[in-house]
């Protein structure tokens, strides 16, 4: 089994900046992605970005591009989305997940943190 615990949500004014975390533990994958997804009240799940164990990273919506930035520190198993620029829609539970590289849907979940932006 793998954990993952998110934190690092909170309420800020637009135009801040936020650091989420996710940290993993249990048994998991050496070959690793790890996905941060984002869910606003009334619309479906979307994908922000993504990053393999070897720091390859992907980004989702364009609405995301140039204001999220996905790292990773492998020693501290801690997946990190820094948030900056933040707007109003940007407001929405933001979950990470993982999956081995090789698969294709994301097997483990975390609980979720919730990012409010004020305008």
């Known amino acids: 089994q793998v954990q993952l615990v998110e934190s690092g949500g909170g309420l800020v004014q637009a135009g801040g900046s936020l650091r989420l975390s996710c940290v993993r533990s249990?048994?998991?994958?050496?070959?690793?992605?790890v996905g941060w997804f984002r869910q606003a009240p009334g619309k479906e799940r979307e994908f922000v970005a993504s990053?393999?164990?070897?720091?390859?990273?992907?980004y989702g919506a364009d609405s995301v591009k140039g204001r999220f930035t996905i790292s990773r520190d492998n020693a501290k198993n801690t997946v990190y989305l820094q948030i900056n620029s933040l707007k109003p829609e940007d407001t929405a539970v933001y979950y990470c997940?993982?999956?081995?590289?090789?698969?294709?849907?994301?097997?483990?979940w975390g609980q979720g943190t919730q990012v409010t932006v004020s305008s």
């Open positions: 997940a993982e999956r081995h590289a090789t698969a294709t849907d994301y097997l483990y």
């Open positions: 249990g048994r998991t994958f050496s070959n690793y992605v």
């Open positions: 990053i393999m164990w070897s720091g390859t990273s992907t």
